[in-house]
T-cell receptor
Framework: GQNIDQPTEMTATEGAIVQINCTYQ??????LFWYQQHAGEAPTFLSY????GLEEKGRFSSFLSRSKGYSYLLLKELQMKDSASYLC??????????FGAGTTVTVRA | IAGITQAPTSQILAAGRRMTLRCTQD?????MYWYRQDLGLGLRLIHY???????GKGEVPDGYSVSRANTDDFPLTLASAVPSQTSVYFC?????????????FGPGTRLTVL
């Protein structure tokens, strides 16, 4: 089976930086995804890592270490609209996505 | 371009009834998926289809069936609904020929089984 762990909740102040960690143990590895999900809405794609290192996309960055089974999503210059759940998902050896339970980020003024 | 649509948006259903959740995509993606999302458990794969005419079982397939008669449609059927099937159901699709094979999600169906 797949095991993907991420913190349940995080709180940060507007303008600050928050780092959401994700550790995984899966049968095979074919990439790691981060999705954002606002309450009552569908998940939307944020980032994709398949090689070790940092991928930067505007205020969001995602890092991957395959040897450690570890990724993080970095959110910079937090805005109120960034309050959402962030889902870590790993594509396994059968090319199926397994999701973590999600991290709810609350941004306070 | 609508992307992925799902119907109904929400439904309250009596236990034992049959229900079909509809999913249609207009992106010509070859792969489609059904997930359920429950509090504290995250998204779990129910069934998937890599291409029209083929389907496969995901992590939690029991009590559900799917069909893929064409590229655009991927309905999910609950033959005899039970309260444990109360959940939010998301349909997704992807172009599996792409390197990232990113999945795009529909707006979801909130189902309550009483």
């Amino acid at each position: 089976g797949q095991n993907i762990d991420q913190p349940t909740e995080m709180t940060a102040t507007e303008g600050a930086i928050v780092q959401i960690n994700c550790t995984y143990q899966t049968s095979g590895f074919n990439g790691l995804f981060w999705y954002q999900q606002h309450a009552g809405e569908a998940p939307t794609f944020l980032s994709y890592n398949v090689l070790d290192g940092l991928e930067e996309k505007g205020r969001f960055s995602s890092f991957l270490s395959r040897s450690k089974g570890y990724s993080y999503l970095l959110l910079k210059e937090l805005q109120m609209k960034d309050s959402a759940s962030y889902l870590c998902a790993v594509r396994d050896g059968d090319y199926k996505l397994s999701f973590g339970a999600g991290t709810t980020v609350t941004v306070r003024a | 371009i609508a992307g992925i649509t799902q119907a109904p948006t929400s439904q309250i259903l009596a236990a034992g009834r049959r229900m079909t959740l509809r999913c249609t995509q207009d992106m010509r993606h070859n792969a489609m998926y059904w997930y359920r999302q429950d509090l504290g458990l995250g998204l779990r794969l129910i069934h998937y289809s890599n291409t029209a005419g083929t389907t496969g079982k995901g992590e939690v397939p029991d009590g559900y069936s799917v069909s893929r008669a064409n590229t655009d449609d991927f309905p999910l059927t609950l033959a005899s609904a039970v309260p444990s099937q109360t959940s939010v159901y998301f349909c997704a699709s992807s172009d599996s020929s792409g390197r990232a094979d990113t999945q795009y999600f529909g707006p979801g169906t909130r189902l309550t089984v009483l």
